[in-house]
């Protein structure tokens, strides 16, 4: 990796998007670097655990290099991602609904390199099992997966979505920006995760403006 986030900018700084789903956040960053809003970023890599994976159809709709990368054995995977990420000199990493694990080697490999899109509201202090929301109410961090049923199971009135550093715990590193999502009477958790995928294609485009 060449060009730290944040560094005077020599060159744009070349994005790795890593999707494992339908890929709508990295179809947000698509449209925000096609409408001039990340003017010095370069979306120079799509990879996904899964060759059906939605996300890599939009990628290579806009002629962006896209790659499917089986994730067994894992450590063979991540030898292979490293190449790619070196090969296509890669600054920041982008999980955007990326659904595998990465040992704690790779992921100190690329301290404060790797940022991730969560469904929940997660707290400034990684090791916290409480966020407070903006109205002083206290809440579970949710970690993990399915954290928005898990919001709608703990019959919380407001959920959201953060976005972080990865450090090699799970949903705990240092947060940049969140956004909280309120959850309405009758919401399923598809509804909720509409809302709360809403408010990510704009936090997923600032947050990684901040890092430019
Ligand atoms: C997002 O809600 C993200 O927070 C989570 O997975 C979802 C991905 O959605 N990690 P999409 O594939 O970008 O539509």
Known sequence: MNRQPQDTPTRPLRIA????????????LIDACEQGELPN??????????ADAQGLQRALKHKLPALYLPWKPREEAERRLIAL????????????????????????????????LHPA??????????YTTS???????L???????????????????????VVPEVDAGPVLLRAEVPILPGDTEETLHERIKHEEHRLIVEAVKMLV
């Not at 998007?17 to 947000?28: D, E, I, P, W, Y």
């Not at 970023?41 to 899964?50: D, G, H, T």
């Open 121 to 130: 509201l997660l707290p400034d202090d990684g090791s916290s099992k409480t």
């Open 41 to 50: 970023v370069e979306l120079a890599l799509v990879v996904s655990n899964r």
């Open 135 to 141: 109205d002083g109410t206290q809440i579970p961090a």
């Open 17 to 28: 998007v890593l999707v494992s789903g339908s890929g709508s956040n990295l179809q947000a």
């Open 85 to 116: 990420l070196d090969v296509f000199q890669i600054d920041l990493i982008v999980l955007a609904g990326w659904l595998r694990l990465f040992s704690a080697d790779f992921v100190c490999r690329y301290p404060q390199r790797i940022i991730n």
């Open 143 to 165: 970690r993990g997966l399915h954290v928005v049923q898990q919001a709608l199971d703990a019959g919380l009135k407001v959920t959201g979505s953060t976005v972080h550093y």
